[in-house]
């Protein structure tokens, strides 16, 4: 089945031409950028252009954290392919059962993610989704109902502020601090104020994820969990990850492009 998924984020707009589970083309661009029609054009016909070499779409799945965003761009491509697009929500067919008091606001990049996890492993899963925001999100294993059918409980998890995200606010809302960015630091202490907001920023983030992954994984072994992978995704993932894997393996597997497989699952399973 060939999917167009789409993942349009607070910071960019992810576009991927899956051929079954394959990726065939990727992109992405600003997703400010493509409120301006002649540039959500332009993405548009770049992508049209790279689905000719994969053959007709079969579907359109798009996930969005961005309403006004996504009223632009996903009726821009629904008008391209003549289709209507899964748009990810907790009332699709989902490979879990949601535990979570209100699923109306659940993200989508979340479900999507959660997805993917459940796809790729069948054991209990923390999936971190490492953007804008920091999502920490918590699915069991497969357990036996009243009926004897087996099925997957998404609980839910935390969210937090993301890495760009906390450099760039202690910047804008102090009169002297300068911004900063997440890099490799080899002292805690720092000697200057730059080496000092760096410190900060690198370690705050390495010992937050391994702090809270240590205190999910200790809730999931009192609920009956044996089996826990923790899945990192996101366009920070791989650097954060080797990040906090540096003196410790925390995290176990990191896949950037999570959201957009997530989506594709999603998809695959409204039309199959």
Sequence with gaps: MNILAVDIGNTFTKVALFK??????????????????????????????????IGSIDALGASSVVPNAAKVIVA??????????????????????????????????????????SERYKNAVIAINIGT????????????????EATRRYLGGLIVTGVGLRAAALHRNTAQLPMTHFQTMRSLIGTSTEACLAAGL?????????????????????????SITVFAAGGDALHVAKAVNASQKIIDATEPDAVLRGVRRLTELQVI
């Design 20 to 53: 079954g589970r394959r990726v065939r083309w990727h992109a992405s661009r600003a997703t400010h950028a493509l409120l301006n029609k002649t540039a959500a054009r332009e993405f548009i016909n770049d992508i049209q252009a790279a689905s000719t070499d």
């Design 76 to 117: 821009s491509i629904e008008r391209a392919y003549r289709q209507k697009a899964v748009e990810v929500s907790a009332t699709l067919t989902l490979p879990f059962r949601v535990d979570y008091k209100t699923p109306t606001t659940l993200g989508a990049d979340r479900l999507a993610v959660v997805a993917r996890a």
């Design 133 to 148: 925001a920091i999502t920490y999100d918590v699915l069991m294993s497969s357990s036996k109902t009243v009926g004897g």
């Design 202 to 226: 690198y370690f705050g983030v390495i010992a937050e994820i391994s702090g809270i992954v240590t205190r999910l994984k200790a809730d999931l072994e009192k609920r009956g969990e044996k």
